[in-house]
């Protein structure tokens, strides 16, 4: 007797099994499975912008060693060399493409040669960007127009250019914001209103295309482990506290490993979420900062 509600409070909370895929809405797709097979990524084509240097680089290497084909972007054709020859032998392929994402002659170049050289596209991770220093006040809308530039409205050209091969796919548009497309930490220029409009971007684009079977992933990672870190920013630190030229504008975060963090992005992909913060903790601050704007600007005084 005592058993009998339990039980029927059990059959209650049953839910049906999906018949559509949860992540992207797409009826005609099947529920993922919980994980996905190890040789996921053999053979995907993908394109890395920012794939010369920095974490663009650590993605490319970890995809490379779960056997991927790779077009590296990037302005410089030197460096997009030696980073190619960085590339572990277990790719699949690795190409180059020497573009400048800010520039629609060059992203419209770039997806001719994707679908030349890969022949399709499974990943697009849009790694390119550039972050500043120096107060809001001193920025002029130039400096500010040439970071929406870079930092976002270069994710609406590419974007722009190669969902279509995406949507064929039902592949994986990746947009590398930061901490700051969700707070906005003083002394990092126009940084954060670019990241903060790529993360707008991000949005519209999961609603618009993810009933389509299009996955878009933001990443949004703190300050990542670099050699240079602490000399990055000097020629920009007059007039700045000294902390704000700092990794992370100064913030309490330790440096996250590109290698890691590069990791934790694929599996994102693989489980199609929507949005990856790292360090996860963050989260809390956000949830904070939304619910009483002064007491996260408080917390963001103590964390930097
Ligand atoms: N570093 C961090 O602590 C950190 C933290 C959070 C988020 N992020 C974000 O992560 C991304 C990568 O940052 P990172 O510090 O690893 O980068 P990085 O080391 O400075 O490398 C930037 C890469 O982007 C390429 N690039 C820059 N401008 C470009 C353009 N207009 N067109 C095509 N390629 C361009 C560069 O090659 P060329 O110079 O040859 O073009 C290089 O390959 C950025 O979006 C950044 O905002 C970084």
Redesign the pocket.
């Given at each position: 007797m005592g058993m009998a509600p339990r039980r029927l409070a059990r059959g209650c909370l049953r839910l049906p099994a999906p018949r559509y895929c949860p992540f992207c809405h797409n009826p005609r797709r099947p529920a993922l499975p919980r994980r996905m097979p190890a040789d996921y990524w053999t053979n995907k084509s993908c394109v890395i912008?920012?794939?010369?240097?920095?974490?663009?680089l650590a993605i490319a290497e970890v995809l490379a060693r779960r056997g991927a084909r790779l077009l590296l972007?990037?302005?410089?054709a030197e460096?997009l060399a030696v980073a190619a020859a960085r590339i572990p032998a277990t790719a699949a392929a690795v190409e180059v493409c020497p573009?400048?994402?800010?520039w629609q002659e060059d992203v419209d170049r770039l997806a001719a040669t994707a679908q030349e050289k890969l022949g399709g596209l499974d990943m697009l991770c849009h790694?390119?960007?550039?972050?500043t220093r120096g107060g809001l006040y001193d920025t002029t809308p130039e400096d500010m127009q040439q970071l929406f530039d870079?930092?976002c409205l270069s994710a609406v050209r590419l974007a722009r250019a190669l969902v279509p091969s995406l949507l064929t796919s039902h592949g994986h548009l990746v947009l590398?914001g930061?901490l700051a497309s969700k707070t906005a930490l003083p002394y990092l220029g126009g940084y954060p209103a670019s990241k903060h409009a790529l993360a707008a971007v991000a949005q519209q684009l999961r609603l618009e295309f993810g009933p389509q079977g299009l996955h878009t992933l933001l990443a949004c990672?703190?300050?990542?482990h670099?050699d240079d870190a602490g000399e990055r920013y000097a020629h920009q630190a007059d007039g700045i506290p000294d902390s704000a030229a700092k990794?992370?504008g100064g913030a309490k975060i330790a440096a996250i490993d590109p290698h890691r963090l590069s990791e934790q992005i694929l599996r994102a992909c693989e489980r199609r979420r929507a949005e990856l913060i790292v360090p996860r903790s963050a989260k809390l601050l956000f949830t904070l900062a939304q619910l009483s704007p002064r007491l996260g600007d408080w917390i963001l005084r103590k964390k930097t």
């Open positions: 912008t920012g794939g010369s240097a920095g974490l663009g972007v990037g302005r410089n460096r573009a400048d994402v800010t790694c390119a960007g550039r972050s870079v930092n590398i930061s990672p703190g300050p990542i670099r990794p992370g």
